[in-house]
């Protein structure tokens, strides 16, 4: 009985931590991270202070998890729709069209915010680097399958795209154009630059199919 028991109260742990999570993020990206109190998610929830406060110690610790969440969500659900995938080109439009689906709901403040939680942004910059390495393999299957042209050094893009990504961000682009137009236009020319002719032709089918 006492071990149903304990199995009982981790079960629920874990179900409160998903519904924090899922009602903290929301509010987080419309509204911007300071201007969401731990208060107003506990209230949302119908829990006490002290019960949030039991389950994260801080704001920062709640918001480094529903990140991690965000991002391994996101790579399960590219890694699921590659299984079934017809090829590199319908991969890569999917993905840009899941990482774009959201950004009319999200504050710039939202991303000005993140860098002034060092932990937030050390799993980021560790995320990234465990990406990367298969980043470049699956570059390698488009470029061996015809898809993308094999002299350009996509390392070099990478890094063009993140001060890109900055400075949208640090200029407040964001005040003439939605981030979704800035970053949809963005990387629709980017694509079209590292295709072959083949590439190309597989490109506008999908982009005619969906809008990223």
């Known amino acids: 009985m006492h071990k149903n028991g304990n199995n009982n109260s981790s079960q629920y742990r874990n179900e409160l931590k998903f519904r924090i999570i899922r009602t903290a993020m929301p509010l987080f990206?419309?509204?911007?991270?300071?201007?969401?109190?731990?208060?107003d998610i506990a209230n949302i929830l119908s829990i006490s202070k002290r019960t949030l406060y039991e389950i994260y110690n801080n704001k920062e610790d709640l918001l480094l998890e529903g990140v991690k969440n965000d991002y391994?969500?996101?790579?399960?659900?590219?890694?699921?729709?590659?299984?079934?995938?017809?090829?590199?080109?319908?991969?890569?439009v999917t993905f840009f069209r899941m990482k774009f689906a959201d950004l009319d709901s999200i504050t710039p403040k939202f991303f000005?915010?993140?860098?002034?939680?060092?932990?937030?942004?050390?799993?980021?910059?560790?995320?990234?680097?465990?990406?990367?390495?298969?980043?470049?393999?699956?570059?390698?299957?488009c470029i061996e399958n015809g898809f993308f042209v094999p002299s350009i050094n996509y390392g070099i893009i990478q890094e063009v795209c993140d001060y890109v990504m900055s400075s949208v961000i640090s200029n407040s682009l964001y005040k003439k154009y939605t981030l979704k137009d800035i970053f949809c236009n963005f990387f629709i020319v980017?694509?079209?630059?590292?295709?072959?002719?083949?590439?190309?032709?597989?490109?506008d089918l999908y982009l005619k199919k969906t809008y990223i």
Do not use: S
């Open 29 to 39: 990206k419309q509204k911007g991270i300071k201007a969401v109190r731990m208060d």
């Open 190 to 203: 980017l694509l079209r630059g590292f295709c072959t002719e083949k590439g190309l032709v597989l490109l």
């Open 112 to 141: 000005t915010e993140l860098d002034k939680y060092e932990k937030v942004k050390l799993f980021m910059q560790e995320y990234k680097t465990e990406q990367q390495t298969e980043a470049t393999e699956f570059i390698r299957k």
């Open 72 to 92: 391994y969500e996101m790579t399960k659900r590219i890694q699921d729709y590659a299984m079934t995938a017809e090829n590199e080109i319908d991969i890569v």
